[in-house]
């Protein structure tokens, strides 16, 4: 099963909506401590630190030094960065106007 496949059920489609309800960062994090691990967190945190380097022009061995993270999560971050989905893309450029 794809991301696409797993966000088309039913208990995914409620996650959408109950992030969607979330307008405060107080409750994001409220929602981040209830529903993921310490090493979830990391991870997510890492991968938009990763996405935010790489939108900057990092090169990939320095965001790999930077962030600690594999070569395979750069390749596949900066992947996602340039495609189709455009979450990353969103995200950034919503953080960069703040």
Known sequence: MDAREALATEPARRLVAALCELTTAKDVEALLVDL??????????????????????EPYLSVQE??????????????CLNGEAGGY??????????
């Open 36 to 57: 993921c691990t310490p090493r979830e967190i990391e991870d997510l945190s890492q991968r938009l630190e990763v996405a935010r380097l790489l939108d900057a022009g």
């Open 66 to 79: 930077h962030t600690g993270a594999s070569s395979t999560t750069v390749s596949r971050v900066s992947k």
């Open 89 to 98: 893309r969103t995200v950034l450029d919503r953080l960069s106007t703040e």
